[in-house]
């Protein structure tokens, strides 16, 4: 049953594809943030999902698409020079091999997100995509929530349905994820026209956005955390009622905090002993390496480069609640970056970094100036506009604030919710630019 579900939901979008051939982009954000490959038992492990839906998404927009005034912006062209540059140090890396295994997914991703704004013409869309991929994460996240409120979870405990420690389906960076598309679930509950705003979609809503609170919760992540208090920080940004939010909030904490598992609050107390924690003294020793590292090699080792580090981590103190020898030495090696940003500096090196930057800076600021232009907007065809701009800031903000502790520089469910920035911003550029012409005094007498 369970194989038979995603071969015939896939089947289902394939066959409907050939008369809207956006399902087929819609069918590869699913798969690639899901990974039904690596969950089915038997029938899909040999099938290249991944390929035929990518195959099938540039083929139906190719042959079918409207691609009037389509047009390549400058953070798509962004990406393709850091999908150059990436490919050159894969070439030159200090580990081919293990490069190239990163390199055969990292390469999709940003492919995709180069492609993907051009498919993205309506608000319609935008708005599918943007429900695709929440619900897409949501069957991750459900599952985490449920076995949280009944198993209470644990770091390294919390099984979401794939007994493999990567991508969606790693701690920290799930938790990130489930953070991060708050603003976005309480967008599409509020404005998206797919499903009616009725009773039905806001219990729905309230219930995913109360899974994702949990999910840091059930993986006992410390970037879960602090990602949380940014999005409760966020969204004040834009209450018109900050004195009640801000009173709720209080009232949330003090409720919450003694029905928190003793695996989870035993885990938070180490942010604040992190000097005696030996995850995060690993961090630290991690970091240092890789600053020195790119002082000989300034364009990177390439993907995976981490692999040749060996570190010296000096804990201070007794460890949390007195464990551990005090001011232990311990040494330890070919530990990964768990940071987006030394991770895009140690493989990619100074230029690599540098573009990545400006790829998150560049989206930033650009939502900026759609929540400012059109926050006041008034007609129905452009109120929705500004809030969506907003929602995509905020769960960028969260990613990159998340990304300080764990290596998801290259994660595709980011460069899905990249490439949504982009194509509201395309949108919003090609149906209502700033300089359209106004009709001249009397013209539309003359017209009549």
């Keep these: 049953m369970h194989d038979l579900f995603f071969v015939a939901f896939l089947a289902g979008l394939i066959a409907l594809g050939f008369r809207r051939p956006f399902l087929f982009v819609l069918g590869y954000a699913y798969v690639d943030i899901v990974s039904p490959q690596r969950l089915s038992y038997y029938l899909l492990n040999a099938v290249p999902v991944s390929l035929i839906f990518f195959v099938l998404a540039v083929g139906g927009w190719l042959v079918m698409d409207d691609k009037k005034d389509t047009r390549v912006s400058v953070r798509q062209i962004i990406l393709i020079v850091l999908l150059a540059w990436c490919a050159y140090t894969t070439l030159t890396a200090d580990f081919p091999a293990a490069a190239l295994g990163k390199w055969d997914w990292v390469w999709k ?18 708005e599918a995509l943007l429900l695709f991929m929440v619900l897409s994460a949501a069957s991750i996240i459900i599952v985490g ?14 099984n979401l349905g794939l007994d493999d420690n990567s ?7 799930i938790s990130t994820v489930a953070i991060a598309i708050i603003p976005t679930i309480l967008f599409l509950a509020k404005y998206g026209t797919i499903f009616p705003a009725d009773w039905r979609v806001k219990l729905f809503t309230a219930a995913l956005v109360f899974a994702c609170l949990l999910i840091p919760i059930g993986t006992s992540t410390r970037t879960g955390l602090i990602c949380i208090g940014l999005v409760a920080i966020m969204i004040l940004r834009d209450s018109q009622k900050r004195m009640l939010y801000m009173a709720g909030m209080a009232l949330a904490v003090v409720v919450a905090i003694p029905l928190l598992p003793a695996s989870y609050t035993q885990r938070m107390q180490t942010i604040q002993g992190y000097q005696a924690d030996e995850s995060a003294s690993t961090r ?29 981590i000096r804990l201070k103190g007794p460890g949390v609640g007195g464990a551990g020898a005090p001011n232990a030495v311990e040494y330890d090696k070919a530990r990964a970056y768990h940071s987006a940003y ?19 800076i560049a989206g930033l600021l650009r939502m900026e100036m759609l929540r400012r232009r059109f926050r006041k907007a008034t007609d129905p065809n452009e109120a929705w506009i500004a809030p969506l701009a907003t929602a995509l800031q905020h769960g960028h903000v969260i990613y990159l604030v998340g990304a300080l502790f764990i290596a998801i520089a290259f994660q595709p469910f980011i460069y899905m919710l990249l490439a949504a920035e982009i194509g509201l911003d395309s949108y919003v550029r090609r149906t209502r630019p700033k300089n359209r012409p106004q009709p001249m005094p009397g013209a539309a007498a003359v017209a009549a």
């Design 284 to 312: 630290l020793a991690v970091w240092a390496w890789t600053w020195s590292y790119v002082q000989d090699h300034p364009g990177g080792g390439g993907f995976n480069a981490y692999l040749q580090n060996h570190l010296t």
């Design 145 to 158: 929530g449920i076995k949280t409120i009944f198993s209470g979870g644990g770091y390294g405990v919390l």
């Design 109 to 126: 991703a940003l492919i995709f997100a180069i492609f993907l704004p051009f498919t993205l013409r309506t608000r319609l869309r935008i």
């Design 342 to 360: 030394f991770e895009m500096l140690g493989e990619q090196g100074f230029f690599g970094l540098g573009l990545w930057a400006m790829l998150q």
């Design 167 to 173: 991508g969606l389906y790693e701690g920290s960076t």
